[in-house]
C-alpha cells in the first residue's frame, strides 16, 4: 500500500506545482500589460513618424520652377588630362609590364609593327579598344582627344 500512497502524494505535488505555474504566467500577463503603456506605445509611434517624414523630406527639396530657393551649384570643369597623365592613371598597368601582350612603352622594337599601320590604327585601338585591352583603357569618362594624346606619349617615350 506504501505505492498508492506515493503515488497520491505525487498527484497532489505536480497538481500544486501545476497550479503554480500557471498562477505565474497570469501574474506574468498581467504585469506585462501593465508596464506596456500606451504612452509608451504612443511616443514610439510619434518618434517613428517624425523619422519618416524627416527621411522623406529631402524627397519635397526638388528642383522645380515652383521651388524658388532651390539653389543650384555650378560644377567647374576640369581641363583635359596630359597624355602622360592619362599614361600614369590608366595605360601604365598594362604597359609597363607588357601584361596580355601589351607593347611595353619605352621598348622601340615592340611598337614597330603596330607603328607600320600608322597612328590613325593606333588612335582607333586605343579608343575602341582591341584583344583584350578595353576601350578607352576600360576609362571611359576620357575623351577621344586625351586617349590620343596618351597614345603620342607611349610612342615618343617609346623611340
Known amino acids: ?20 505555474i500557471i498562477a505565474l504566467a497570469i501574474i506574468i500577463a498581467i504585469l506585462s500589460n501593465v508596464f506596456a503603456s500606451s504612452v509608451v506605445n504612443d511616443n514610439y ?30 560644377i567647374e570643369v576640369t581641363s583635359a588630362k596630359s597624355g602622360k597623365d592619362v599614361y600614369n592613371s590608366v595605360c601604365m598597368s598594362c604597359h609597363m609590364s607588357g601584361a596580355a601582350g601589351a607593347p611595353i612603352t619605352g621598348k622601340a622594337d615592340q611598337w614597330t609593327d603596330r607603328l607600320a ?23 571611359m569618362s576620357l575623351s577621344d582627344d586625351e586617349v590620343k594624346s596618351a597614345v603620342d606619349y607611349m610612342l615618343e617615350q617609346s623611340k
Do not use: C, H, W
Open 45 to 74: 509611434d510619434d518618434a517613428r513618424e517624425k523619422a519618416t517624414e524627416q527621411r522623406l523630406s529631402s524627397s519635397e527639396k526638388i528642383n522645380l520652377a515652383s521651388n524658388p530657393t532651390f539653389k543650384t551649384e555650378v
Open 117 to 139: 599601320k600608322g597612328n590613325d590604327t593606333l588612335y582607333s585601338n586605343a579608343i575602341n579598344g582591341i584583344g583584350v585591352m578595353p576601350a578607352k583603357g576600360g576609362l
Open 1 to 20: 500500500m506504501s505505492g498508492t500512497t506515493s503515488d497520491k502524494e505525487f498527484y497532489k505535488i505536480f497538481s500544486y506545482v501545476s497550479v503554480f
